[in-house]
């Protein structure tokens, strides 16, 4: 571990989050679409008004992704705004042993394909898409 490392303390990546337009839409697509588990259905209260925050993650994995919409009624117009803009614009990339298999399963469940799997020196990658526009890469490593 590095000495910058141990003086900041940063243990570990913990939550990512993910721009929807609907909580209930992306808790069925990432579930029942991707086989994610669900780790948080809580409301809680914000400046006088109800919110939701909704977790999902990759069985066995410890990174979640929290599903935030733009549109809360306890964000400020310049909040909602940069939440808006960031729908569509980060790249994740989820890790597979099978690429091929993985996305013969998405298309099963309905998944958006934007790019078939394509072998590359490094390994195999797919493209798929949220109902939201949100794009992520699908990547099977090479063997060797």
């Known amino acids: ?8 303390g940063i243990e570990s990546l913990r939550m990512l989050t993910l721009v929807v ?23 809680f209260e914000m400046d006088g008004e109800t919110g939701r925050w909704v977790t999902v993650a990759v069985p066995g994995d410890d990174v979640e992704i929290g599903f935030m919409r733009p549109d809360e009624p306890y964000y400020d ?5 940069a ?7 980060l790249w994740w990339t989820f890790r ?3 690429c091929e298999a ?4 998405m298309k099963e469940a309905g998944v958006e394909i934007s790019q078939e799997p394509m072998e590359r020196e490094w390994g ?3 493209m798929f898409v949220d109902p939201f526009g949100n794009e992520f890469s699908l990547f099977e490593p090479a063997s060797g």
């Open 1 to 8: 571990m590095s000495s910058t490392s141990q003086h900041v």
């Open 21 to 43: 337009d609907d909580v209930d839409e992306a808790l069925e697509f990432y579930t029942d679409a991707l086989g994610f588990e669900v780790r948080a259905d809580e409301t």
């Open 77 to 81: 117009q310049a909040t909602r705004e």
């Open 83 to 89: 939440l808006a803009a960031m729908r569509g614009a």
């Open 96 to 98: 597979t042993r099978d």
């Open 102 to 105: 993985s996305v013969a399963a």
């Open 124 to 126: 195999t990658e797919a």
